[in-house]
């Protein structure tokens, strides 16, 4: 599974962005998809999750409300609605994907859970 992030830039505090995240491979439908994002000095932190049917999904308590998973498995690509921005929102986004044979979804919120990773995109937040 190969993954490849877009949709990072430049907002104004208060404004939206939506993160894309497009993947390839034959299996990629069957797979567990997450968000995490890493600011500057800090650890790589879980954002969001989707399973591969796309029924439940599980957020960060810091977004919630606030961004949105959603995956449409037609086109290939989860995507991460993101509203309400904040500097602290400032991070480098990667998005990441879990066998869902063998996932734990009590560790969705865990890197070690996840198989693949894309290479992320910058969300710059400015206040």
């Known amino acids: 599974v190969q993954l490849q992030a877009s949709g990072g830039g430049l907002v104004q505090a208060g404004g939206s962005l939506r993160l894309s995240c497009a993947a390839s491979g034959r299996t990629w439908r069957s797979y567990t998809m997450g968000w995490f994002r890493q600011a500057p000095g800090n650890e790589r932190d879980f954002v969001a999750a989707i399973t591969w049917t796309g029924d439940s999904t599980y957020y960060a308590d810091s977004v919630k409300g606030r961004f949105t998973i959603s995956r449409d498995n037609a086109k290939n690509t989860v995507y991460l609605q993101m509203n309400s921005l904040n500097p602290e929102d400032t991070a480098v986004y990667y998005c990441?994907?879990?066998?869902?044979?063998?996932?734990?979804?009590?560790?969705?919120?865990?890197?070690?859970?996840?198989?693949?990773w894309g290479q992320g995109t910058l969300v710059t937040v400015s206040s």
């Open positions: 990441a994907a879990a066998n869902s044979m063998g996932v734990n979804y009590s560790n969705l919120g865990l890197k070690e859970e996840y198989d693949y």
